[in-house]
């Protein structure tokens, strides 16, 4: 997954992408905050839901536990 | 004797006004879906191999031309049957030589699933690479239109273009447009259906050369 590393690390767009997910967020929301197109933000967002970072019910995005640990990591 | 045959390059031809196949693909900004391009028009355009003279100049053009397909609302993605790590080594050299950012993601087709679904390899031409196609899909999936270029004729930029305001143009006033057609220029009304039709069309006032060919301004 070229966003997320198989140790866990996330590349910069992952890590632009997961900080700007907020809770019930939709991919329009996601792609006005980050200024990337849409089919970019539904190609991230699928490999952070992969990763275990996001969850999506609805056509909605939020954080895991897990995923807001790593969006408050530095680096 | 054992005859093995080789993989069938080419099923068939999608057809237009109905569903672009399907793809997940990997490409040089991740895995990506057709279903990703949904609500955008998107330009899906095949070329033969990374690192030849003709794709190069192509790909150049087609990164020019990117701003103006997204002020039209339009995606674009390439495709070759070539490696992910041939293509970024490919964009990188087109950036460093040619001073050109290619902003748009590239097809890794090494197991010919896209170029297969779409068509694109056209064996009497070469039976390992795709040949120039270009397929406009619509922001519902629809295919509009397929333009096919031998290997060895670069493709117009301004004819992608004009197709694409030439579609947008017919889909938001229900007209069709005539060769050679530029926006701004006049368009067609649809050739009425019934004599009396016909007769009121040329009542109407239209710019009409006879009742089956009328032009309007929008």
């Not at chain 2, 569903?19 to 355009?45: C, M, N, Q, R, Y």
């Not at chain 2, 970024?88 to 699933?113: C, M, S, T």
């Not at chain 2, 530029?182 to 259906?193: E, F, M, T």
């Amino acid at each position: 997954m070229p966003c997320v590393q198989p140790d866990g690390t996330l590349s910069t767009t992952g890590r632009l992408m997961l900080s700007a997910v907020q809770t019930n967020s939709t991919v329009e929301d996601v792609a006005t905050t980050t200024g990337m197109v849409l089919y970019r933000v539904r190609s991230v967002l699928r490999e952070l839901i992969e990763a275990g970072f996001v969850v999506e019910a609805n056509g909605r995005f939020s954080q895991t536990e897990q995923g807001a640990a790593k969006a408050s990591k530095p680096g | 004797m054992t005859v093995i045959e080789e993989p069938e390059a080419r099923i068939g031809l999608p057809r237009l006004n109905e569903p672009a196949p399907e793809f997940d693909a990997v490409t040089t900004h991740g895995a990506l879906k057709l279903a990703d391009f949904e609500g955008s028009w998107l330009i899906l355009f095949s070329h033969p191999a990374d690192f030849t003279p003709v794709c190069t100049t192509e790909f150049i053009a087609f990164a020019e031309i990117y701003p103006e397909l997204q002020k039209r609302g339009c995606e674009l993605i390439g495709l070759s049957i070539d490696s992910l790590y041939a293509h970024i080594a490919w964009v990188r050299n087109i950036e460093e030589k040619a001073g050109v950012k290619i902003p748009f993601p590239v097809i890794a087709d090494l197991d010919r699933k896209v170029a297969t679904a779409f068509g694109m390899v056209m064996p009497g031409e070469s039976k390992t690479e795709a040949s120039r196609c270009v397929f406009v899909i619509d922001p519902k999936g629809i295919l509009r239109a397929m333009i096919y270029y031998p290997l060895s004729t670069g493709r117009n930029m301004d004819e992608m273009l004009r197709l694409i305001d030439a579609l947008q143009t017919a889909d938001a006033n229900n007209v069709a447009t005539p060769a050679n057609w530029r926006p701004g220029d006049k368009v067609l009304v649809g050739a009425p259906k019934t004599t009396e039709l016909a007769e009121e069309r040329v009542a109407e006032g239209l710019e009409c050369v006879d009742w089956y060919l009328c032009k309007k301004s929008l």
